[in-house]
């Protein structure tokens, strides 16, 4: 289910809807994912009494029309404090509620802001069988609430989840079910939110793993999908005869016995029907596909879930908004994208005449804004401050008789095009952009990826002017990848073929923001740059652990050096799409001034 957080009515009725359908389909009980009722994760608006107040209203609406397959609906529970909950639905009324015991409180997560936790694990009598029920973290963790259900007699271990996606989740999170299955001796159905949420994006990938450890029907990566599964729960039963250690007496001393809620009557089915064939998705492969995929449904919810009904960008002839022009109109369709061709007189014929060519083979509206009219403007009104004289030096101390009267081509206080005009251009393309976007209410997208936000390799109020980074969590070297991976005879199928020409693909990466610059006279290679930065950034790794590593000492203390300079800038940047393990701002989150560089 993609819920959308805040929208309580909306969320309603897309459960409503999945019941109606489970109820089609012949369930005997259907699963919403975690926080469905609210949408996750809801923030501080789950500390406003009027919103629990509000959710706790529609969920008693909801139960009171429930009178098919028993439902499992995650809310915010309001009691004598607040809970990341689980409520039964049957029969017109809420049965049951079960309380989230782990609540975690790493990377994105903050839920021990906000809630508190369970006391124990729960079990549901339905007919003669014993179904546990979990909330999300509870399962990640490998002994109770789990063991604790399954030692009661679960055979059925429910898991509903918003389950935050980076690269290659989906199968380390289905690895870890079919541990807990076997370790439980017990069949594990997992439920997975699915949906963009600012930062956030949830792959759905929900699962029904048997008790062997095998997976027997998987949901859909990236979207809605309701996944039917018959669960032979006499298996299970039937194995732990043969397993003394998952036999109650085995329980070790101290461990919180499961609390036994109210039993519920099975659901009559006619013995002539067939079983249901379930549904086995095959997952996204390569791993390029999947964060392409991923990338595109945040980029659309995003757009969608804020109303936005059109999107800008940026086209230089460069890769990084090359990619991400693909993206927008494969997310959004080539009619709702826009893209702004802003040269300078340091663009090249080839960068501008592949900017023009990505936008023709995509159909997307293209705008033409040259920008040394508006250029030369800034450097005429700035003459005395950008003077040789005047090079860190307050206006009024500089010498006024050493004002040139053109920008040269040398270092900074030479005369030259030095870092101010560079970023000049920057901030010019930034207030172009943002113009339109005040004029049509479009919705702009910035193209920086991750390796340049990681060492400040971007311009306050320029390049980082936007409302929504898609690529802000894509090494540069992924970057690469994704692109070729688009213009590949495996994605042609789903899209406009090969939209990106190879110049852009074999062009070594430049901002041309002066002459003959290129990335590389700043940075070091990004193939070397990317695996210091994943190594500091997403593993914790220290200056020794690095160079250890092999990884050369100088460009190791330099990296180092500017991602901790550069916190001031991620923190005014927009939000992006997380995709890695580690992303800027709810993962990481580092102190602006800070004297710490070990």
Not at 325 to 349: I, K, N, Q
Request: glycine share 10%; charged share 25%; aromatic share 6%.
């Amino acid at each position: 289910m993609n819920a959308t957080v805040g929208d309580i009515d909306g969320n309603i009725e897309r459960i409503r809807a999945g019941q109606l359908a489970a109820r089609d389909a012949r369930a005997d009980l259907v699963l919403f994912p975690e926080l469905a009722v609210t949408g996750y994760p809801p923030e501080d608006l789950l500390l406003r009494e009027d919103f629990l107040a509000r959710a706790r209203a529609a969920l008693e609406e909801l139960a009171a029309g429930t009178h098919g397959p028993i439902a499992v609906v995650g809310f915010p529970e309001r009691a004598e404090d607040v809970y990341n909950a689980a409520a039964v639905l049957a029969d017109g009324a809420i049965q049951a509620i079960y309380r989230k015991v782990y609540l975690p409180n790493y990377g994105v997560f903050d839920e021990q802001r906000y809630f508190q936790a369970g006391s124990a694990g729960a079990v549901l009598d339905v007919g003669s069988h014993r179904i546990g029920l979990t909330v999300c973290e509870d399962v990640w963790e490998p002994g109770p609430p789990a063991t604790e259900e399954a030692l009661a007699g679960a055979t059925l271990i429910v898991n509903i989840s918003a389950s935050p996606y980076h690269a290659g989740k989906g199968a380390e999170r289905e690895r870890m079910f079919a541990q807990r299955a076997r370790d439980n001796l017990a069949y594990v159905a997992f439920c997975g939110l699915v949906g963009g949420q600012d930062e956030l994006v949830f792959d759905g990938h929900s699962c029904v793993i048997d008790h062997t450890g095998e997976t027997i029907a998987r949901a859909a990566q990236f979207r809605e999908e309701l996944l039917v599964c018959d669960v032979d729960l006499d298996r299970a039963a039937a194995a732990r005869l043969r397993a003394a250690g998952h036999r109650p007496a085995a329980r070790s001393p101290g461990t919180a016995a499961a609390r036994i809620l109210p039993p519920l009557p099975a659901r009559a089915h006619d013995p002539a029907a067939s079983p249901v064939a379930p549904s086995l998705a095959v997952p996204i492969t390569p791993v390029e596909a999947e964060v392409y995929a991923a990338l595109a449904l945040g980029l659309r919810d995003y757009v969608h879930k804020n109303g936005f009904g059109h999107v800008l960008l940026g086209l230089s002839g460069g890769i990084d908004s090359a990619l991400v022009a693909c993206l927008a109109a494969d997310a959004l369709g080539a009619e709702r994208v826009s893209a702004a061709v802003m040269p300078s007189r340091y663009s090249s014929t080839e960068t501008q005449r592949d900017a023009r060519a990505v936008a023709a083979t995509l159909g997307v509206a293209a705008h033409e804004l040259p920008i040394d009219d508006v250029l030369d403007a800034y450097l005429h009104t700035l003459k005395d401050e950008l003077s040789p004289a005047s090079a860190g030096t307050p206006p009024a101390l500089a010498a006024k008789s050493a004002v040139p009267a053109a920008i040269g081509t040398g270092g900074p206080g030479t005369g030259s095009e030095d870092l101010t005009v560079e970023n000049l251009q920057a901030r010019i393309r930034g207030n172009l952009l943002m113009a339109l976007s005040n004029r049509f209410g479009w919705l702009v997208l910035t193209t920086g990826n991750k390796s340049e936000m990681s060492v400040g390799y971007s311009t306050l109020y320029g390049d980082l002017a936007g409302g929504f980074a898609v690529i802000k969590d894509v090494p540069k070297t992924l970057v690469y990848r994704l692109a070729r991976w688009r213009n590949s005879p495996a994605r042609a199928a789903g899209g406009v073929a090969e939209p990106i020409p190879v110049s852009v693909l074999e062009r070594p990466p430049t901002a041309e923001l002066r002459p003959g610059q290129r990335d590389q006279d700043s940075l070091p290679p990004y193939e070397l740059l990317d695996r210091i930065l994943q190594g500091y950034i997403e593993l914790h790794h220290g200056r020794e652990q690095l160079i250890a590593q092999g990884l050369p000492e100088a460009e190791v203390e330099r990296a180092i050096r500017l991602v901790d300079l550069a916190e001031y800038k991620r923190r005014q940047a927009p939000p992006g799409i997380k995709v890695t393990e580690r992303a800027f701002g709810r993962d990481r989150r580092m102190p602006i001034t800070n004297r710490y560089r070990g």
